[in-house]
Each structure stands twice: as structure tokens, then as C-alpha cells.
């Protein structure tokens, strides 16, 4: 099932820096994004959404960024913190449906201090 | 914060075995889900549960698998006989509505089977 992808694995950043994790996927009836954290042997714990009417959502240092057209969406993290380093998956919907979730692969993110 | 809770937190168990997980969803959800992830693998929708039904089931979800609400609070997955393959972490979920409503995720119950 490749209908979301995470092309990148792994990502490091410096602290204070800007984290950029893509997305991309190929179903164009999800409507509705969603970006989760998760650490090793824990649940996935929600972090930001966003509906297919908007292009972007903020909520302090998260915001993320959805290109229909691309069919591309993308969390960014500022400043990043080395509490940030995890796992994030990005996870896709059709809201209409009952909300079963598609998941990404995930990207490990690094900050280092 | 209201959160998801799983029990166990990890089973090991022979293979062939009946297996059951628990899970408490959020009180006011009304929607509820297993998904499950392999190591190294993705986190894979297993079955969504509404109104005391299924409403919706993956491929994975076969005839060895069922979910059940026996009350008002918890929900569980069984396994009837267990394969080696079944060995993952197994999430539970819940969402409180239809629409622009996030699932929750609890912290999982690994399940290893020998």
C-alpha cells in the first residue's frame, strides 16, 4: 500500500533550526491530513491537521503546509528542540469514510543540540 | 488529559493460542479502531467500530481476528489462534465524531508470539 509515501527516512537538524518532513500521497479523495509523533514503543500521539479546504495550519511551532495539486503536504518545526527527535508519520483520510487512517512510513527526526 | 488505555502493555504467547487485547477509548468517542504495526513495518489499519458494528475492516482483518464491545467502556481484539506472523505492537484508537475530529492513539500492547 504506497498510497502515502515518506520518502525520507531520517532527518537531522541542529536546535533552533527549521524542520522540514514531506509527505506525499496519491489518493486524491483523502481529505484530511494529519501529522503524528511517536517514540519507540509508544502509541502515535497527534500533533497538527489539516482539512483539504486549507492550505495551512499553525499551532505554535508546527505548521503544516498541504498542495492539493502536488498532493503533497509538509510539517514544519521552528525552532526545533532536541525534545522533537521521534518518529513523525504523516497519515491521510476521507473524512466521510469513518476516518480509517493511511499511514506514512515515518521520518526519524534528529535534533541535535 | 483523557487518553487511551491498553492492556497488556506486552503478551508473549505460544503460537496457536487465543490472544486478547484491551483497550478503554476515550469516554465520549464514539468511534473506535485497532491498527497494528510490525517492527519496521507501518502502522496498518486492522478494523473501525461504530454503533456496536464494524463499519469498516482491512484485508488483514481476517476470520481469526474479531472486536467486541462487551460494555460500555471497554473494547478488545481477539486473536483466536496466533501465528508467528501476528507478532507486532497493536494499537487501539478512538475518535469522538465523524468529521474534522482527530483519532487517538493509546501506547500500544506488543504481542510476540513463540
Known amino acids: 500500500d504506497q498510497q502515502v509515501k515518506q520518502n525520507s527516512p531520517s532527518l537531522s537538524v541542529q536546535e533552533g533550526r527549521i524542520s522540514i518532513l514531506n509527505c506525499d500521497y496519491t489518493?486524491?479523495?483523502?481529505?484530511?491530513f494529519l501529522w503524528y509523533k511517536k517514540y519507540p514503543a509508544e502509541g502515535p500521539t497527534f500533533l497538527i491537521s489539516i482539512s483539504s479546504i486549507k492550505d495551512k495550519n499553525e499551532d505554535g511551532r508546527f505548521t503544516v503546509f498541504l498542495n492539493k495539486s502536488a498532493k503533497h503536504l509538509s510539517l514544519h518545526i521552528v525552532p526545533s528542540q532536541p525534545g522533537d527527535s521521534a518518529v513523525y508519520f504523516c497519515?491521510?483520510?476521507?473524512?466521510?469514510?469513518?476516518?480509517?487512517?493511511?499511514f506514512g512510513e515515518g521520518t526519524q527526526l534528529t535534533v541535535n543540540p | 488529559e483523557p487518553e487511551v488505555t491498553q492492556t497488556p502493555s506486552h503478551q508473549v504467547t505460544q503460537m496457536g493460542q487465543e490472544v486478547i487485547l484491551r483497550c478503554v477509548p476515550i469516554s465520549n468517542h464514539l468511534y473506535f479502531y485497532w491498527y497494528r504495526q510490525i517492527l519496521g513495518q507501518k502502522v496498518e489499519f486492522l478494523v473501525s467500530?461504530?454503533?456496536?458494528?464494524?463499519?469498516?475492516k482491512s484485508e488483514i482483518f481476517d476470520d481469526q481476528f474479531s472486536v467486541e464491545r462487551p460494555d460500555g467502556s471497554n473494547f478488545t481484539l481477539k486473536i483466536r489462534s496466533t501465528k508467528l506472523e501476528d507478532s507486532a505492537m497493536y494499537f487501539c484508537a478512538s475518535k469522538q465524531g465523524v468529521l474534522g475530529n482527530t483519532i487517538y492513539f493509546g501506547e500500544g500492547s506488543w504481542l510476540t508470539v513463540v
Open positions: 497519515a491521510a483520510s476521507v473524512e466521510t469514510s469513518g476516518s480509517r487512517l493511511t
Open positions: 467500530f461504530y454503533n456496536n458494528e464494524i463499519s469498516e
Open positions: 489518493n486524491s479523495m483523502f481529505d484530511y
